[in-house]
């Protein structure tokens, strides 16, 4: 294949235009439902716990054990989901992931013992993992450089629609204490995308890739994409993967390809590293450590969700205006400044509810600083940061990273709130937060507006004379 083999059409027509938006917004909407399925999957572990706790007669450890066996199985998907992705296509492997969301959901509900629960999260997180990285790959393949930050960044709004799902859900079910059906009901999204995506196309680029240059064509003329986006990036791809031999050799073989993984594996840390997921798994288990009923704590998770949607509706409609690197920088600094302010009032916070509500309310903030700016800058700038030629690969080390970080949160949160304190725990997370904000001034580039050509070409002559 060569650059020649797709030649640009004229300009669209008004109706074409209109159609071709709404046919990029339908299918950013369906691949955007792997993103509602991690956010239910990881959200609603948060009200549940209160009930699986007691019935298993879990510790602390056990608690964060349970919750955080779903990253684990998210590492190994995001590791190999994308490299799946590169074989059978990012159509065929949403769908895969959709049926693992449905089958895990299920076995989750009926698990009757500790072990057995981890292990049912382990393999329903592989799905989260492969998903979450395959899901913003397909739609910023999907669609055209204009709109993509917007689009792609659609996936991070579902993830948080899906954890207010999920915390609607667990109120609902609340009086009842019924985390059977609270885990199980995972399965409805989850047979909704696999059954969706079976009447969406693979992306110009991977079917590009396969020598189905017609429906490549196609497909890009359909969603809007400029062709000459298209040719660009098959032509360089062609003849970069005829160069190497596989994307590990090519990865081991430049220097500015394996810094530019680092960077995006940094930022998929640098999402998780000021502790994000310590509130979002554990805010009602919080609330209740500090004096508040099971039921209510359960109730104020609701507060986190609604924070968290209308958070990442703003950012939407900001990411694409202000650029992502300055949109993450005031991310970070608003989670730094939230973090040293709970830190007392919490710690201070046990026996006193106009306190813990005080603290409730620095969560919701802290929460709305990551959802409207760290959360859809991050998930956007690794799909937009990683080359085509290596996007299977460095997709999934960088989801490896994120992955990694979100587990090691979930794993010892409790535990060192336990050991540590909670004051001295939200200061950690502080001081880490401030590592991160250091990184991005000095590392991370600005994407906004550049074709994904443009965004490698920029990282090749920044990083090869290194």
């Not at 990285?133 to 689009?151: D, H, Q, T, W």
Request: proline share 3%.
């Amino acid at each position: 294949m060569t650059s020649s083999s797709i030649t640009p059409a004229g300009p669209p027509s008004q109706e074409n235009q209109r159609s071709q938006s709404t046919y990029v917004r339908m299918v950013a909407a369906i691949a955007a439902f792997g993103g509602l399925l991690f956010g239910y999957d990881t959200g609603v572990m948060s009200g549940a716990l209160l009930f699986i706790s007691p019935e298993f007669g879990m510790t602390a450890a056990e608690e964060g054990f349970v919750t955080s066996m779903l990253l684990v199985g998210a590492a190994v998907g995001a590791l190999t989901g994308s490299a799946v992705a590169d074989r059978i296509g990012r159509k065929a492997t949403l769908i895969v992931g959709g049926f693992i969301f449905v089958v895990g959901s299920i076995w989750c509900a009926l698990a009757g013992s500790v072990h057995m629960l981890a292990a049912a999260r382990t393999f329903l997180g592989v799905a989260v993992g492969a998903v979450s990285i395959v899901s913003p790959m397909y739609i910023s393949e999907m669609v055209p450089a204009k709109v993509r930050g917007k689009l792609v960044s659609l996936n991070t709004l579902m993830i948080v629609v899906g954890q207010l799902l999920a915390y609607l859900v667990n109120s609902l079910l609340a009086p009842t204490g019924n985390w059977h059906l609270m885990l199980g009901l995972a399965a409805v999204p989850g047979a909704i995308l696999m059954f969706s995506m079976m009447f969406l196309s693979d992306t110009p680029v991977w079917l590009a890739r396969r020598g189905r240059i017609d429906q490549a064509r196609a497909t890009a003329q359909r969603s809007g994409m400029e062709l000459n986006e298209l040719t660009a990036i098959t032509a360089t791809d062609t003849a970069e993967r005829q160069a190497q031999q596989g994307q590990w050799r090519a990865l081991l073989s430049q220097r500015w390809l394996r810094i530019t993984v680092v960077v995006a594996a940094a930022l998929g840390v640098t999402q998780q590293i000021t502790g994000v997921n310590a509130i979002v798994y554990f805010a009602p288990t919080m609330m209740n450590q500090v004096g508040l009923s099971t039921e209510n704590s359960v109730y104020t998770s609701i507060v986190i969700g609604l924070v968290s949607v209308v958070a990442c509706w703003v950012g939407l409609q900001v990411i694409d205006r202000i650029g992502r690197k300055n949109l993450l920088t005031i991310g970070l600094t608003g989670n730094v400044i939230s973090l040293l302010v709970l830190a007392p009032v919490y710690g201070a916070a046990h026996g006193n509810p106009a306190l813990a509500f005080v603290s409730l309310g620095l969560m919701a903030v802290f929460i709305a600083f990551q959802q409207a700016a760290v959360s859809p800058t991050t998930w956007l700038l690794i799909s937009e940061l990683i080359p085509t030629r290596i996007r299977g690969l460095g997709m999934g080390l960088a989801g490896l990273a994120l992955w990694m970080a979100n587990w090691a949160v979930a794993q010892f949160f409790l535990p060192l709130v336990e050991s540590l304190g909670a004051t001295n725990t939200f200061v950690m997370f502080a001081a880490l937060g401030v590592v991160a904000l250091g990184f991005v001034r000095v590392w991370v580039p600005e994407t906004m507006g550049r074709s994904l050509e443009q965004v490698s070409e920029d990282l090749r002559g920044r990083y090869s004379k290194q």
